[in-house]
């Protein structure tokens, strides 16, 4: 129930107006008297809006906005007045109050007001959490050798809006590398980024999307559609897989391409093109052109700027970084405390090798570890089997700190297990294990069998 707060320094005034609220709203509705004490619930309780009036003695209703953009509050205000003066209340919206309304209004437009006062703070969070989320994950992690050159390569050809293709293995970031262009490309202005998976779109559909089409175009086209060119003109087209790319809409790729024009599926008038084109592939477009099935004055246009992202196995050193960068989102994300990884777990994530898809693979680790994670700590018990399993195995083959640390553990399950007749539920009790999955899962990591 969203709580709203009335502020006015007539008492009896604001309790009627709360408890109007209550009734027609289902609001959780609550009063202060005078500015101070609404600066001091606002500040100590959650409160979802407020309803303020302006004209108070001591501490007026400007003083409390004042005050709430001092302390970066963000909660909407709306302020109401019984005087009809409404410079000042224009003059309140310009401090931060979300709108103003008169205090002879009917309490049911009073609701319908906070409401869309309620949405619109909803609608912030939302907008300020995907940016932030974007903001994190877009950025380039690393300070590697490789990742450092693949910077400065970025840095080089961003301002100049030639078309770059981007090289790499399944998972290594090439949308990231895409966003990242583009992000230093429109500096700072409010450019559009669109993307297209050329492998996801239906044969007979490639060309509507890519270029649009017109009404009547073919049967189900309603209505005019603008296609990725149109909505991503003055910013970056991203072309993904673009070695999926049917040949007749490679064809006409090229041609648009050369002569920076387009036109719609069924139309006739050329639509100017403004769009900076940066396509990727994990294949080797070479090869395709060899085999035929890519065509070689496109790879040509395609690749005027060439940038290859490196498999994660060739940045190791980034790994740690990466890895507390995804514990950080994902955490976020889900709606949880952050978690932290041990050391342990982040050395076995180091020495992984990382083939199936990179730093995708990375992410989906860590997400596995933080769901099987009771506590605030990943430790490599909570890893896929797979990457614990490697370091268990790289462990015991060495007489380093780390091998004899396991065999520890070993001895020490074995013994438990011995004296519970290889009960594992019982063992794991003992042991002080959320359950008896827990404790298997330690026996795979070192290797414990029961006996036959």
Same mark, same amino acid.
């Given at each position: 129930?969203?709580?709203?707060?009335?502020?006015?320094?007539?008492? *009896?005034?604001?309790?009627?107006?709360?408890?109007?609220?209550?009734?027609?709203?289902?609001?959780?509705?609550?009063?202060?008297?005078?500015?101070?004490?609404?600066?001091?619930?606002?500040?100590?309780?959650?409160?979802?809006?407020?309803?303020?009036?302006?004209?108070?003695?001591?501490?007026?209703?400007?003083?409390?906005?004042?005050?709430?953009?001092?302390?970066?509050?963000?909660?909407?205000?709306?302020?109401?007045?019984?005087?009809?003066?409404?410079?000042?209340?224009?003059?309140?919206?310009?401090?931060?109050?979300?709108?103003?309304?008169?205090?002879?209004?009917?309490?049911?437009?009073?609701?319908?007001?906070?409401?869309?006062?309620?949405?619109?703070?909803?609608?912030?969070?939302?907008?300020?959490?995907?940016?932030?989320?974007?903001?994190?994950?877009?950025?380039?992690?690393?300070?590697?050798?490789?990742?450092?050159?693949?910077?400065?390569?970025?840095?080089?050809?961003?301002?100049?809006?030639?078309?770059?293709?981007?090289?790499?293995?399944?998972?290594?970031?090439?949308?990231?590398?895409?966003?990242?262009?583009?992000?230093?490309?429109?500096?700072?202005?409010?450019?559009?980024?669109?993307?297209?998976?050329?492998?996801?779109?239906?044969?007979?559909?490639?060309?509507?999307?890519?270029?649009?089409?017109?009404?009547?175009?073919?049967?189900?086209?309603?209505?005019?559609?603008?296609?990725?060119?149109?909505?991503?003109?003055?910013?970056?087209?991203?072309?993904?897989?673009?070695?999926?790319?049917?040949?007749?809409?490679?064809?006409?790729?090229?041609?648009?391409?050369?002569?920076?024009?387009?036109?719609?599926?069924?139309?006739?008038?050329?639509?100017?093109?403004? *769009?900076?084109?940066?396509?990727?592939?994990?294949?080797?477009?070479?090869?395709?052109?060899?085999?035929?099935?890519?065509?070689?004055?496109?790879?040509?246009?395609?690749?005027?700027?060439?940038?290859?992202?490196?498999?994660?196995?060739?940045?190791?050193?980034?790994?740690?970084?990466?890895?507390?960068?995804?514990?950080?989102?994902?955490?976020?994300?889900?709606?949880?405390?952050?978690?932290?990884?041990?050391?342990?777990?982040?050395?076995?994530?180091?020495?992984?090798?990382?083939?199936?898809?990179?730093?995708?693979?990375?992410?989906?680790?860590?997400?596995?570890?933080?769901?099987?994670?009771?506590?605030?700590?990943?430790?490599?018990?909570?890893?896929?089997?797979?990457?614990?399993?490697? *370091?268990?195995?790289?462990?015991?083959?060495?007489?380093?700190?780390?091998?004899?640390?396991?065999?520890?553990?070993?001895?020490?399950?074995?013994?438990?297990?011995?004296?519970?007749?290889?009960?594992?539920?019982?063992?794991?009790?003992?042991?002080?294990?959320?359950?008896?999955?827990?404790?298997?899962?330690?026996?795979?990591?070192?290797?414990?069998?029961?006996?036959?």
């Amino acid at each position: 129930m969203p709580k709203i707060l009335v502020v006015d320094d007539i008492e *009896a005034l604001a309790d009627q107006y709360a408890y109007d609220l209550q009734r027609v709203g289902d609001f959780d509705a609550r009063v202060a008297i005078g500015g101070r004490e609404a600066i001091e619930q606002i500040l100590s309780t959650a409160v979802d809006c407020v309803i303020l009036d302006l004209e108070m003695p001591d501490v007026d209703g400007f003083a409390v906005l004042r005050a709430l953009k001092e302390h970066e509050v963000e909660t909407p205000v709306i302020v109401y007045t019984g005087t009809g003066d409404y410079a000042r209340c224009v003059q309140a919206v310009k401090l931060g109050a979300y709108s103003f309304i008169d205090k002879a209004e009917p309490m049911e437009q009073v609701v319908h007001e906070v409401r869309r006062a309620l949405d619109h703070a909803s609608m912030s969070r939302e907008l300020s959490t995907l940016r932030a989320r974007t903001e994190s994950e877009s950025r380039l992690a690393g300070s590697s050798a490789p990742m450092q050159k693949l910077k400065d390569q970025i840095a080089r050809i961003a301002p100049v809006p030639s078309a770059v293709l981007i090289e790499g293995e399944s998972g290594t970031g090439k949308e990231v590398v895409a966003r990242e262009i583009h992000r230093l490309f429109a500096d700072g202005a409010d450019r559009p980024f669109v993307a297209i998976n050329c492998a996801a779109l239906p044969e007979n559909l490639v060309e509507s999307e890519l270029f649009g089409h017109e009404r009547g175009a073919f049967t189900g086209a309603a209505k005019l559609h603008r296609g990725a060119f149109e909505r991503a003109a003055g910013g970056t087209l991203f072309l993904d897989e673009i070695g999926e790319m049917p040949a007749a809409a490679q064809a006409k790729l090229l041609r648009v391409l050369e002569t920076k024009e387009m036109t719609r599926v069924g139309g006739e008038k050329p639509v100017k093109v403004r *769009a900076r084109v940066v396509a990727a592939t994990n294949r080797n477009l070479a090869d395709e052109v060899e085999a035929g099935s890519f065509r070689q004055d496109l790879l040509f246009r395609l690749n005027i700027h060439s940038v290859s992202v490196p498999p994660l196995r060739d940045r190791r050193s980034d790994i740690p970084e990466l890895a507390e960068q995804f514990v950080e989102t994902i955490s976020r994300d889900f709606g949880m405390r952050r978690k932290r990884l041990s050391p342990a777990a982040v050395e076995a994530l180091t020495a992984y090798e990382w083939r199936s898809n990179n730093v995708r693979e990375l992410r989906n680790a860590i997400e596995r570890a933080i769901i099987a994670s009771d506590t605030q700590l990943v430790g490599l018990e909570h890893l896929p089997d797979e990457i614990a399993d490697l *370091a268990s195995t790289q462990a015991a083959n060495d007489g380093s700190f780390a091998a004899r640390k396991k065999e520890a553990e070993r001895q020490i399950v074995i013994t438990a297990l011995q004296r519970n007749a290889w009960h594992v539920t019982n063992t794991a009790a003992e042991l002080g294990l959320a359950d008896h999955a827990s404790l298997l899962k330690i026996m795979r990591r070192l290797g414990v069998d029961r006996p036959a």
